[in-house]
């Protein structure tokens, strides 16, 4: 179960893990044989913070004015923020402010409130996001920017498991190629569930529900 058995992976940088369950999971669209949990990633300031640094080498040349934080990414998406306003750091946005913000949803719909979409229009925005899998999020997200005016510019994500979305590159800290065996699947085709075995928990990018 997900509470039991996670499997804590190192990487070179000291506050840096990646931390996983395996077992047989289900989101809204897919199964996986692992529980990917972020938790303290999305937290806690110090692995944070080392997300951000190996996230920002991918931007020196990208303009971001505003980093759309998808699934509770603020803690991390401030930090990256920060690293690439950094006076020291070689980025095009260097002593430049950028707006942090985060989606309302309505409806499984992404909106923005009047006082927030001047942070979109006209903007350059990178979307920061837990996981990209199937990429139905992300696709929503790159969508309501553009339906505010602004400009979708990049794709920063905790795990992926797609290397493009769209016409968009996706940069990620962790990837299948970090976990023995890692699969996702369309829901009639798991082979979890073809041979029987029970799911374990529903997951999405907040947690777990045990069943």
Aim: glycine share 8%; with cysteine; hydrophobic share 40%.
């Amino acid at each position: 179960m997900p509470t039991n058995n996670t499997l804590k992976l190192g990487t070179k940088r000291k506050n840096l893990y990646l931390r996983v369950v395996k077992g047989h999971f289900a989101t809204s669209n897919a199964h996986s044989n692992y529980y990917i949990d972020v938790a303290a990633q999305k937290s806690r300031l110090t692995e944070a913070q080392a997300l951000a640094e190996e996230l920002s080498a991918y931007y020196h040349q990208t303009i971001v004015d505003t980093v759309l934080c998808l699934d509770g990414t603020e803690v991390v998406g401030t930090c990256l923020a920060d690293k690439l306003t950094k006076g020291s750091y070689i980025s095009m946005n260097a002593h430049q402010t950028i707006y942090v913000i985060t989606p309302e949803m309505s409806n499984g719909q992404i909106l923005f409130r009047d006082n927030i979409v001047p942070m979109i229009k006209g903007k350059h925005v990178l979307i920061l996001a837990v996981s990209v899998a199937s990429g139905n999020t992300v696709r929503n997200a790159i969508e309501a920017v553009k339906y505010y005016g602004g400009k979708a510019t990049g794709i920063a994500a905790i795990f992926a498991t797609k290397n493009k979305i769209d016409d968009l590159d996706v940069h990620s800290v962790f990837d299948p190629n970090d976990l023995d065996g890692y699969g996702s699947f369309a829901p009639h085709e798991c082979p979890m569930c073809k041979n029987g075995e029970k799911i374990d928990a529903l997951i999405n990018s907040y947690g777990f529900s045990k069943l």
